[in-house]
């Protein structure tokens, strides 16, 4: 099991990558156009909703342990204009980014059983996030 430090560190860089996520998601809601558009805003916003479930977890987790949450977000791809396809591969990138780090940290925290069922849960869901993306991005 990592120590203590490290352990926070980790959690502090799975939110950042979540808070990231938020304005990615919040982003794509905003350029999305065409036809489905009305549909497509609403699956958005609901990633939107979920990365900011995942934020509050780890946050309020990261303060309980003792650490200091972290008000870090990465720099997010900008290119000015996406088609749909390309928002989606970029959103299915950062989606198995997220999967592979938080199965990284769920091996360092063996110990703390309500620790590791949350990063089950968080697990869980990014690995049906992903799995929503690849049917979206089906031709
Ligand atoms: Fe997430
Ligand atoms: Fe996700």
Redesign the pocket.
Known sequence: MANLKTLIQHLNKDLE??LT?IVRYLHHSFIVMGPSRGHLVGFFRKQVQ??MD??IRLGEKVTALGGHPTVSVSQIFEPGEQTLEEMLKEDLES?EE?LREYKKHHKETAQDIALRVLLEQ?IF??QT?IEEFKKYLEK
């Open positions: 990558r979540e996520q979920e990365s995942h934020a989606e997220a968080i869901e990014e996030h």
